[in-house]
Nanobody
Framework: QVQLVESGGGLVQAGGSLRLSCAAS????????MGWFRQAPGKERELVSA????????YYADSVKGRFTISRDNAKNTVYLQMNSLKAEDTAVYYC????????????WGQGTQVTVSS
């Protein structure tokens, strides 16, 4: 099994930046994709960004394109989400997740980290 530990959330003013980190441990060789989701109060969880663990192909939600950058360090089994030009609407709990091989959905989740953007 894979375990995930997130860090890097916090409070920032609009226009500011934060970098989230997600360190994976355990059976990381089974990782196909790593993604960042977020859930704001009263809203459904949404996929913000994802990266293929082998090929490094990336995905971004339209709402964060041009502002967020996902990257990975395979040697450290860590994925990062650099968030720039933050907006109040980016306020949410951000979750790191892994889709392991032979699974169609993200099946391993981190504990979540709060990101609050003050306007």
């Amino acid at each position: 099994q894979v375990q995930l530990v997130e860090s890097g959330g916090g409070l920032v003013q609009a226009g500011g930046s934060l970098r989230l980190s997600c360190a994976a441990s355990g059976r990381t060789g089974s990782t196909a994709n790593m993604g960042w989701f977020r859930q704001a109060p009263g809203k459904e969880r949404e996929l913000v960004s994802a990266i293929g663990w082998s090929a490094g192909t990336t995905y971004y939600a339209d709402s964060v394109k041009g502002r967020f950058t996902i990257s990975r360090d395979n040697a450290k089994n860590t994925v990062y989400l650099q968030m720039n030009s933050l907006k109040a609407e980016d306020t949410a709990v951000y979750y790191c997740a892994v889709r392991t091989l032979f699974n169609n959905e993200y099946n391993v989740w981190g504990q979540g980290t709060q990101v609050t953007v003050s306007s």
